[in-house]
C-alpha cells in the first residue's frame, strides 16, 4: 500500500558551523529553502549508497519497504533484504515472531508458465497433483502480528535485553505476560 500526501515530519540534528554555512550556501544556489536542500541532501545520499555487496541501491530499499503497510512488514522485509538494517528493538520483535508458530502459516508453491512462457513461482494447495514439484514455506501471519504489533516489540525487546530470544512462546504468552515470567524476567 502506497503511501500518499505526506505529512512532512520535524528532525533536529546538531551540525558543526562549517556545515550550516555550507546547507545555507546550498540552498542559496539551488534556490531552495534549507528545509529543501536537506531533503535533496538526502535524496542524493540515498540513491548514491549501496547495501549488500554493492548490489543494491538504498533508496530501491526504502522505496519498497515504503510502501509495506506496517512496521511489521516493513520489518520482515527489511529481514529477508538487508538484515545489517535492522535496529536491536527490530530484530528482536521480529526474532520473537520468528519463534511463535501462530504467527505463521504454511504456504506452498509450485511453478507454473505464464503468458510469455516464463516459469513463474505460485502458491498452490498443499501436494496439488497438478504440480511435479512443490516447495514448502512459512508465510507471516501479518493481520494478527500487526494486531498485537505493540505486545510482540515491547515483549521481544525485554527478552532481547535478557538475551533470552531462543525460547520460543505461544501468542497467549506473549500477550499475558508469562512469557517474560518463563524467561526469568519480572
Same mark, same amino acid.
Given at each position: 500500500?502506497?503511501?500518499?500526501?505526506?505529512?512532512?515530519?520535524?528532525?533536529?540534528?546538531?551540525?558543526?558551523?562549517?556545515?550550516?554555512?555550507?546547507?545555507?550556501?546550498?540552498?542559496?544556489?539551488?534556490?531552495?529553502?534549507?528545509?529543501?536542500?536537506?531533503?535533496?541532501?538526502?535524496?542524493?545520499?540515498?540513491?548514491?549508497?549501496?547495501?549488500?555487496?554493492?548490489?543494491?541501491?538504498?533508496?530501491?530499499?526504502? $522505496?519498497?519497504?515504503?510502501?509495506?503497510?506496517?512496521?511489521?512488514?516493513?520489518?520482515?522485509? @527489511?529481514?529477508?533484504?538487508?538484515?545489517?538494517?535492522?535496529?536491536?528493538?527490530?530484530?528482536?520483535?521480529?526474532?520473537?515472531?520468528?519463534?511463535?508458530?501462530? @504467527?505463521?502459516?504454511?504456504?506452498?508453491?509450485?511453478?507454473?508458465?505464464?503468458?510469455?512462457?516464463?516459469?513463474?513461482? +505460485?502458491? +498452490?494447495?498443499? $501436494? /496439488?497433483?497438478?504440480?511435479?514439484?512443490?516447495? $514448502? /514455506?512459512?508465510?507471516? @501471519?501479518?493481520?494478527?502480528?500487526?494486531?498485537?504489533?505493540?505486545?510482540?516489540?515491547?515483549?521481544?525487546?525485554?527478552?532481547?535485553?535478557?538475551?533470552?530470544?531462543?525460547?520460543?512462546?505461544?501468542?497467549?504468552?506473549?500477550? $499475558?505476560?508469562?512469557? @517474560?515470567?518463563?524467561?526469568?524476567?519480572?
Amino acid at each position: 500500500m502506497a503511501k500518499t500526501a505526506e505529512k512532512a515530519v520535524m528532525v533536529g540534528a546538531r551540525i558543526s558551523p562549517k556545515l550550516q554555512y555550507g546547507l545555507r550556501l546550498l540552498a542559496r544556489v539551488q534556490g531552495r529553502t534549507i528545509a529543501e536542500a536537506v531533503e535533496w541532501s538526502i535524496s542524493l545520499a540515498l540513491r548514491q549508497t549501496r547495501i549488500g555487496n554493492g548490489e543494491e541501491r538504498l533508496n530501491k530499499v526504502v $522505496d519498497t519497504a515504503w510502501e509495506k503497510s506496517s512496521d511489521a512488514q516493513r520489518i520482515e522485509y @527489511l529481514r529477508r533484504k538487508a538484515p545489517e538494517l535492522l535496529d536491536f528493538d527490530e530484530r528482536a520483535a521480529w526474532n520473537l515472531v520468528i519463534r511463535c508458530a501462530e @504467527l505463521w502459516e504454511e504456504a506452498f508453491y509450485g511453478l507454473e508458465t505464464d503468458a510469455d512462457g516464463d516459469h513463474v513461482l +505460485v502458491r +498452490v494447495a498443499k $501436494d /496439488d497433483p497438478n504440480r511435479e514439484e512443490q516447495w $514448502d /514455506d512459512r508465510v507471516p @501471519l501479518f493481520p494478527i502480528i500487526e494486531k498485537h504489533w505493540e505486545a510482540i516489540k515491547s515483549v521481544g525487546n525485554a527478552l532481547g535485553k535478557a538475551g533470552e530470544i531462543e525460547m520460543r512462546f505461544t501468542l497467549a504468552q506473549i500477550l $499475558d505476560g508469562t512469557a @517474560l515470567k518463563l524467561a526469568g524476567i519480572d
